[in-house]
């Protein structure tokens, strides 16, 4: 069985915006906030967060370990599978991996905020046999979720120059909740999302829950 490519994966060739890509626009509040120089539609989410974008190239190499920031908002949006790209919501609720991490205190189940996408019951499986992050990492929990609320964007944040000209990379790994207004010079790369009514599930019985299905 060949390895599954998952949906959410980032290419090697795919290019990034450039700073030259980015302007100053100053909406009608009158507080400069960062924009495309050639605006598209989806640009800016329902929050109004600038989401960063990428200019897709052909013959790359699948990242394994980095996501594409807007299959990524894709799936968190429309609780898609991170693997198929298919709906991972169930009646009985949705999957998703979280790490516990050894020299971390035990982890709250109902305060867990992830930026990593659902998974249908049939990829969760196929992620843990395959997936070298979660086959060799003991400190990787499957959850059941009943109610996943999104919360918040994370990105890197610019501060506008002195002449109103460009903008400056100033804070790589930020977070902006959606309770809070917008931060104007954000360029969001993956959306989050809060857990709640989270119960661990035994990969094993899964498995075999699948295999006993019609």
């Known amino acids: 069985m060949s390895v599954p490519v998952p949906y959410v994966a980032a290419l090697s060739s795919d290019l990034p915006p450039l700073e030259t890509d980015l302007c100053v ?17 989806g640009d800016r989410d329902a929050h109004g967060n600038l989401w960063g974008r990428h200019d897709r190239v052909m013959g790359g190499r699948v990242l394994f370990g980095e996501m594409d920031a807007e299959r990524q908002r894709e799936c968190m949006e429309g609780l898609l599978c991170q693997i198929c790209g298919q709906p991972a919501e169930r009646e009985d609720g949705t999957l998703f991996f979280e790490w516990q991490r050894p020299d971390a205190p035990p982890m709250q189940l109902n305060r867990i905020r992830t930026d990593m996408p659902p998974l249908c019951p049939t990829c969760a499986p196929l992620s843990l046999r395959y997936c070298p992050h979660l086959r060799d990492n003991q400190s990787a929990l499957l959850l059941r ?37 917008h931060h104007p010079g954000m360029l969001a790369v993956r959306m989050f999302r809060k857990l709640r009514g989270v119960t661990v599930v035994d990969p094993d019985s899964l498995a075999a829950e699948l295999a006993e299905a019609p």
């Open 25 to 41: 626009e100053v909406p009608r509040n009158g507080v400069p906030r960062i924009a495309y120089v050639k605006p598209r539609p």
């Open 145 to 181: 979720v009943r109610k996943s609320i999104p919360c918040g964007v994370g990105g890197t944040i610019y501060q506008v120059s002195p002449d109103m000209n460009h903008w400056i990379p100033v804070f790589p790994d930020a977070y902006s909740s959606y309770n809070k207004p």
